[in-house]
């Protein structure tokens, strides 16, 4: 149950009345000196981060501060905090891209602050009215646009974040907040050689047995801190082996959920023509993400005649279903595994190469068949299409969101 | 898989040979001004905090820095650390208190240096000597001893943490961190009215069925931020609902497995003589509570004729076993639910009065029996033993150990 709820007129309802986030409130202080920017090849994902930066601060008296723009800086936070004693933070991951008259985009923001509102309940933090979150983003990417890349597979990174703050070590929820938005120019989440053709290097992912990300009952349906530290072991342990992320799997079946921080699908080719494209259920284990979304909305499209897809595809008969570590062994054993691929915000698709497994204590691979530019044709397919959609290259639904009004 | 490995002799081995954590190396630096002590009254848990903290941070490049004691402020964080949005950071609750001879004492440190190393490597964070950690908050106490209390049921909490610092917002282990030890004077966790002859009063817990606290394969076996937030919703709901904390409970059969962020204990009388003396088994969803090993180890000595226990107490056959929330509605209906009780450092021994469950939608109650003083004479017994020997009245074994070596 929430404290307070979001009514959309510039308060927070519930045990009391307060301010509620306000966009028309903020202030600007622009940094004296400006970064200059790092040459794009060293952009490791989320390390190089902008001038400015939000900032909003909710105290349970008075709700949420007047928010801020002002150069970006280390905060000062207590070490008895919330988010840092108990781990309060949620967050979302967004992109935005510049089109092709210049002018910067935002993909699907709408999902991303429905989650992050979901997010911030599930961690009984305090709320906020979503549409100001969004004001508050374009507002910072007005300011720091001189860091949008300008070219494809490039963009820039946007990390809302919403910590507890409330200072004392008894366990229980936090009643103060920060809000605090950033931004980091960002390439391919996984470089490829840029020397080579391929267009975007395949991973190996390594299915996890012992370690768990989420279960039922648990926070995995949630965008938020707790749930990838524990994954940090299970993950250096699979690099040290020769994999890229982990394939995390659920209970004795084995039942395979996601590929690292990103959802997982399969192309499973058909007895009759077309093929399947499976990816598991959202059962609350499942994070829901935006490109997860994206993908299984277009399939459903390109099948119902609404929309093409590039390239020549088969017919795609895309379904949430449930898939085991068994199942992908006996597609692979019947060659009718034709593609795996990871979607998530910051790889948009990743191609999966190989998925190694333990099998009675022996290390064994799925290996997907090889393609010449790294990506199979479905998962390419998919790519491209939602980059054209977010570089603003063309137009589906109203995916692509111009940041300036008009 | 652990980076480095401490090895005693102030080095970390392993990828490459940095720095060990190393006392000898404590710089100090005394507040200018001492804060005065509140009045006890006003001490909720965990929100005064004492004039001094202890720092070290660890780099990758050269590994620990020289630990300093300073005055105790805020951190300078950046919003992309790990430790923010990935909540990498770990924890320790311990006490110090005041022995007859005015001498501060410490309850079985090497536990939860112990316990802390485990859950610093459980979240890929750097190693450290525990030996020198344990010199450290020993220097912290006598730093700031004046803020040790001198009355029964009071003492001064401790809390060890180590975050995650590296800057960058990929899904990967932090190779930088910061140890922060700091202090804050604490009296009963549950504060009773102090007017009234009950010692503590017992609490009301309500087993929660839809969120779960800890999974196979998850990390309820440590002490890591991550296990408590996802709690506080469901604490929030329970407190609406009349109940002071959560019963966590596992699985369809609704195992029991911790009460808040305690340890649980229930006492069961048996046809024959004696009662058992029942707590779920460490089997990875459980924290290896100091105190609850503490209860395990004195009914056991009690059970061999090593040690007696305050007050006339029956056979007490102290086992680990599993239970349910349906064996805690048999027992009770058999007349043979005697006691029930929450055991952890910050509570030291809790009694549990009431348990709240739904039963096919309903909510139903199991109402253990009432006692005078608020406690039944097993957890009493188990309670007032634990504390003299954490105040160094009674010795058993080398469980209370001196912070001033002699």
């Not at 794009?40 to 601060?57: C, L, Q, Y």
């Amino acid at each position: 149950m929430a404290l307070w709820k979001s009514v959309g007129n510039g308060t927070l309802e519930g045990i009391s009345r307060v301010a509620d986030l306000d966009a028309a409130k903020l202030t600007i202080t622009l940094s004296k000196t400006l970064k200059p920017i790092p040459p794009r090849h060293t952009w490791t994902f989320g390390t190089i981060m902008t001038d400015h930066m939000v900032i909003a601060e909710f105290d349970p008296e008075i709700g949420w501060s007047s928010p801020e723009i002002k150069p970006r800086d280390s905060l000062k936070i207590d070490p008895a905090s919330s988010c840092i004693q108990y781990g309060t933070t949620v967050f979302e991951g967004m992109k935005a891209y510049i089109d092709p008259n210049g002018k910067p985009r935002l993909f699907r923001p709408d999902m991303n602050m429905a989650r992050f509102a979901r997010s911030a309940e599930r961690m009984a933090l305090p709320p906020f009215n979503t549409d100001q979150v969004l004001a508050l983003i374009k507002q910072l990417i007005i300011v720091d646009h001189r860091w949008i890349p300008q070219f494809t597979d490039y963009s820039l990174y946007i990390r809302p974040t919403l910590m507890g703050t409330r200072l004392g070590l008894g366990v229980a929820a936090s009643d103060h907040a920060t809000l605090c938005i950033f931004l980091s120019p960002t390439g391919p989440y996984f470089p490829s050689d840029e020397s080579s053709k391929v267009k975007a290097k395949p991973i190996s992912v390594l299915a996890e047995s012992n370690v768990v990300r989420a279960w039922p009952g648990g926070t995995g349906g949630h965008k938020v801190a707790l749930n990838y530290s524990a994954g940090f072991l299970p993950l250096r342990t699979a690099q040290k082996e020769g994999y890229e992320q982990i394939l995390w799997l659920l209970g004795e079946e084995r039942r395979v959920t996601e590929a690292g921080a990103m959802n997982v699908f399969v192309v499973v080719g058909r007895d009759d023509e077309g093929v399947d494209l499976f990816t598991p259920p959202l059962d609350g284990t499942i994070l829901p993400g935006v490109t997860r979304d994206s993908v299984l909305d277009l399939a459903h499209a390109y099948m119902a005649g609404e929309t093409s897809l590039p390239g020549t595809l088969p017919l795609i008969h895309a379904r949430e279903r449930i898939f085991t570590v068994a199942d992908l062994q006996r597609w692979s054993a019947e060659g009718k595994l034709l593609e795996a691929f990871g979607a998530g915000t910051a790889v948009i698709i990743a191609s999966i190469g190989k998925i190694g497994f333990h099998d009675q204590g022996e290390l064994k691979n799925i290996v997907l068949p090889a393609h010449e530019n790294g990506i199979g044709p479905i998962a390419d397919a998919f790519r491209t299409r939602i980059l054209d959609i977010q570089e603003g290259k063309e137009e589906w639904k109203i995916w692509s969101v111009p940041v300036f009004e008009a």
